[in-house]
């Protein structure tokens, strides 16, 4: 997609004016100029324009605001001036990737009051001897080359990073911390549960077990009544018999 047509997109509705930031990244410049870009972007703070095939800066409108600008991935050999020029408040730069290749293509930044970050990433330029001792002394308003100082420590924006990170790390672990303990709890009462249910269980089998017997005593008796009331109907028969006998020996 062409570069013009791109920012015409991502205005969504808005007027240049109204754009704080702008990201036409991947987009593509017919003649390695930018297009599109106007001076009434200015309340730009933020502008990335990576891998669009720049090779000069030339075209670059006055934005009076912008801090921040991405250039990774282009083609830029040099008109670094226009950049003093047009972004004076500009305090974040980043050139990795470009045709960068000697100190004095960058002389043109020591207008630049304000830069306090610099990226050079895969710059030829890195590869000359004392890289970082020089770009230190030629511009010494920057305080971070490639995301270090000269004392190589990081810089503020990434250690913000990492803190954020390290913070919402102990956030999910606190939060896996409490889901797990509201397991623990919950198994602990469903073993509660358990441990209820099974005396509960226990105690339904002893009483059944006793009712049972119970059941088989009253069995038990019925049969031993009903056998003792045979035994008294056998007795009282065989007593009839008797006396009827002792009626005939009589009449003899």
């Known amino acids: 997609m062409e570069m013009k047509k791109r920012i015409s997109l991502e205005l969504r509705n808005k007027t240049p004016a109204e754009v704080a930031e702008l990201v036409v990244d991947?987009?593509?410049?017919?003649?390695?100029?930018i297009e599109g870009l106007t001076d009434e972007f200015k309340e730009l703070e933020f502008l990335s324009m990576v891998n669009v095939g720049l090779t000069s800066l030339a075209?670059?409108?006055?934005?009076?605001?912008?801090?921040?600008?991405?250039?990774?991935?282009n083609n830029i050999l040099g008109s670094l001036e226009t950049l003093a020029e047009k972004c004076a408040?500009?305090?974040?730069?980043?050139?990795?990737?470009?045709?960068?290749?000697?100190?004095?293509?960058?002389?043109?930044?020591?207008?630049?009051?304000?830069?306090?970050?610099?990226?050079?990433?895969?710059?030829?330029?890195?590869?000359?001897e004392d890289y970082r001792e020089s770009i230190?002394?030629?511009?010494?308003?920057?305080?971070?080359?490639?995301?270090?100082?000269?004392?190589?420590?990081?810089?503020?924006?990434?250690?913000?990073?990492?803190?954020d990170d390290d913070e919402d790390g102990e956030e999910g672990a606190g939060q896996l911390g409490d889901y797990e303990e509201e397991e623990e709890e919950e198994?602990?009462?469903?073993?509660?549960?358990?441990?209820?249910?099974?005396?509960?269980?226990?105690?339904?089998?002893?009483?059944?077990?006793?009712?049972?017997?119970?059941?088989?005593?009253?069995?038990e008796e019925e049969e031993g009544e009903e056998e003792e009331a045979e035994v008294k109907g056998e007795?009282?028969?065989?007593?009839?018999?008797?006396?009827?006998?002792?009626?005939?020996?009589?009449?003899d």
């Open 89 to 128: 408040n500009l305090t974040y730069l980043n050139l990795s990737g470009n045709k960068i290749k000697e100190l004095s293509t960058l002389e043109a930044l020591q207008n630049l009051k304000n830069l306090k970050s610099l990226d050079l990433f895969n710059c030829e330029i890195t590869t000359l």
């Open 187 to 219: 198994d602990e009462e469903g073993s509660e549960g358990g441990e209820v249910g099974l005396s509960y269980l226990m105690k339904e089998d002893i009483q059944d077990e006793e009712d049972d017997g119970d059941y088989v005593e009253e069995e």
């Open 136 to 163: 230190f002394e030629l511009l010494p308003q920057v305080t971070y080359l490639d995301g270090f100082d000269a004392e190589d420590n990081e810089a503020p924006d990434s250690e913000a990073d990492d803190d």
């Open 235 to 251: 007795k009282r028969k065989r007593d009839a018999e008797d006396e009827g006998e002792d009626d005939d020996e009589d009449d």
């Open 59 to 73: 075209k670059l409108p006055t934005l009076p605001k912008l801090r921040k600008l991405e250039l990774s991935d």
């Open 26 to 33: 991947n987009c593509r410049s017919s003649d390695g100029e």
